[in-house]
């Protein structure tokens, strides 16, 4: 139940499975019907999102997607906009989700290198309130950012901003928790920084479903009326956000390990000799693999034969969680490299 035997499966953080500990905690919840309001669990982890993100309130949600499109709808009205990474997954991810939903017009710009959104960027697309423009009403950051944990003086330089430019300031914090233990900084550090603030429980954290969307009591208010319209109204939830609960009490530590196995995982692989990959160092729990003169989808299948699970792309994005054991890393490697070589 708790894991695939010998699949190593490195597409993504949100392919854990329920350890048999998460599974009793979910087994034992106390439940009611959350549409009511009445469902204990869910009552509690919304209280211990908003306790632990030093925000008013939060709202247990099927999916990160739907967290941060409640985000824009709170913020953003039809005709208003965002600003947004051409990368983010708030804007090409989540299959055009404000603007088929909220009428909310993105405005997408590169990041830096390091995964922030240059702010006198920002600034130059801020649209003059004039008919002819939607009004920009939200900056939306990512963090981590592909596996980059945002530098923290970023963070309270893009508040300033917002605050100075009458712009309301939401982060994606689908893997918030592996930014905090990497740069060993407190949640509300970051949290505070922010109006509101998505967490996925599903990624590194290991819950089966759900994310939590913190904010101020007003926009959580407006959030729980928009999730109903969504299709977001579960009943008895909780048997969900005991899973939550669960992963907030017992696996953001452990996240660490991801981050070593990530870290073992790239040195090892920039130790093959050869001219057609190139690693990055890793970046929290992700290392990304360029390959040239290499068939990714070969490569990929190849991998799968010996029980290694990636997806196929030049640039191939390596992920490391709770069911990536530190013994199968030699072992990717290995296998990596004796399988270039037939390639
Ligand atoms: C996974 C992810 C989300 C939300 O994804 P769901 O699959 O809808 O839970 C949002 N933002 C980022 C950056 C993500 O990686």
């Known amino acids: 139940m708790t894991k695939t035997e010998n699949i190593i499966d490195l597409r993504s953080d949100t392919v854990t499975k329920p350890t048999e500990a998460m599974l009793s905690a979910m087994v034992g919840a106390e439940l009611g019907d959350d549409v009511y309001g009445e469902d204990p669990t869910v009552n509690r982890l919304e209280e211990l999102a908003?306790?632990?993100?030093?925000?008013?309130?939060?709202?247990?949600?099927?999916?990160?997607?739907?967290?941060?499109?409640?985000?824009?709808?709170v913020h953003c009205e039809r005709g208003d906009e965002y600003i947004v990474g051409q990368q983010g997954h708030t804007y090409k991810y989540e299959g055009g989700g404000a603007a088929v939903l909220g009428s909310i017009q993105p405005q997408p710009l590169d990041y830096d290198s390091d995964g922030t959104l240059n702010l006198s960027l920002?600034?130059?697309?801020?649209?003059p309130d004039d008919p002819h423009f939607a009004k920009t009403k939200l900056l939306c950051l990512e963090n981590t950012q592909a596996g980059k944990a945002l530098p923290i003086d970023y963070l309270k330089k893009a508040r300033a901003f917002c605050s100075s430019n009458g712009l309301a300031l939401h982060l994606d914090g689908a893997r918030l928790f592996n930014a905090c233990v990497s740069l060993g900084e407190s949640l509300t550090t970051i949290t505070d920084q922010f109006d509101t603030v998505s967490i996925c429980l599903s990624k590194g954290l290991g819950a089966p479903v759900g994310s939590v969307l913190c904010g101020p009591e007003k926009l959580v208010k407006k959030a729980r009326r928009w999730r109903k319209v969504l299709g977001g109204g579960m009943r008895q939830a909780g048997i969900l956000a005991a899973a939550g609960i669960y992963a907030l009490?017992?696996?953001?530590?452990?996240?660490?390990?991801?981050?070593?196995?990530?870290?073992?995982?790239?040195?090892?692989?920039?130790?093959?000799?050869?001219?057609?990959?190139?690693?990055?160092?890793?970046?929290?729990n992700m290392v990304f693999l360029s390959l040239q003169d290499v068939d990714p989808i070969a490569f990929s299948k190849k991998l799968a034969e010996k029980n290694i699970l990636t997806t196929p792309s030049v640039k191939m994005r390596l992920v490391t969680h709770l069911n990536v054991d530190r013994r199968d890393i030699p072992y990717v490697a290995e296998v990596m490299s004796s399988v270039l070589k037939g390639l």
């Open 50 to 73: 908003a306790d632990l993100s030093a925000k008013e309130a939060s709202i247990f949600v099927p999916s990160g997607t739907q967290s941060n499109l409640l985000a824009l709808l």
């Open 122 to 127: 920002v600034k130059s697309y801020i649209k």
């Open 249 to 284: 009490e017992n696996h953001i530590d452990r996240l660490a390990e991801d981050h070593e196995n990530a870290s073992m995982l790239s040195d090892l692989l920039a130790g093959i000799n050869d001219s057609r990959i190139k690693v990055s160092d890793a970046q929290t």
